[in-house]
């Protein structure tokens, strides 16, 4: 299993448990797992796979190279077209490309947009995940917050939709929380989950932030 499709798998399982709990005596070991990523609370979101059926009502097909890879085009397009083609992916190692011969100045980096989380203070924060557009716009998300201190932990759900479901590209919200540490000591945070696009699935490899409870 290559590193990519790794970081989807533990990001993934991450996601499902509503972001794993963060051991307090091992906060560099979190902070180095792969599928945490911390840089100033930003992280990846990265593409998981094309929904065909899903597609197909917004006016696309996913059709597959003679490669194994996988790509859309608009629907009508002409077999063997790749004119307004999306990066190609591909199913087995998780990896994407630009789609050789397409006509588009979209310019991939190996993911569909970014993720970030902030903790202002002792009980409130924000995230976000912002799509780059080369894989379709938001309809839903499943996301959330996982906290810990030394002393509690518990999660954010927040499950919902971008401001206008099939156009936005970005979503972000304000949280709070009741999460109780010892003053001095840190509070820490990892977001993520799982956001809809109108042509697949996009995960987040888990922001994470933290303060000193005061």
């Known amino acids: 299993m290559n590193g990519r499709k790794s ?18 005596a091992s906060a560099g070991a979190v902070a ?14 990265y593409f998981a796979g094309f929904n065909v059926e899903r597609a197909a009502l917004y006016g696309y097909d996913v059709r597959t190279d003679d490669e194994g890879w996988q790509y859309a085009v608009p629907t009508g397009t002409p077999p063997g077209s790749l004119e307004g083609a999306t990066p190609r ?35 409130t924060g924000y995230t976000a995940y912002h799509l780059n557009g080369l894989l379709g716009p938001a309809i839903s998300h499943s996301w959330g917050v996982s906290l810990e201190s030394s002393i509690d932990m518990g999660n954010v759900p927040l499950n919902g939709f971008p401001p206008i479901p099939g156009l936005s590209l970005d ?11 010892v003053q001095k000591t840190m509070l820490r945070g990892i977001a993520g989950g799982t956001v809809e696009t109108v042509l697949g699935s996009c995960f987040a490899g888990n922001p994470f932030d933290e303060i000193v409870y005061s």
């Open 7 to 24: 970081l989807a798998v533990a990001a993934i399982a991450a996601a499902a448990l509503w972001i794993l709990p963060i051991d307090s």
């Open 32 to 45: 180095s797992d792969p599928a945490v990523e911390k840089g100033n609370g930003q992280a990846g979101l």
């Open 89 to 123: 992916f591909n199913p087995g190692s998780g990896e994407m490309e630009a789609a050789p011969g397409a006509t588009t100045d979209n310019k991939v980096n190996g993911d569909c947009g970014s993720a970030e989380l902030t903790l202002y203070d002792n009980t």
């Open 171 to 181: 979503w972000g919200t304000d949280f709070s929380h009741s999460i109780q540490a």
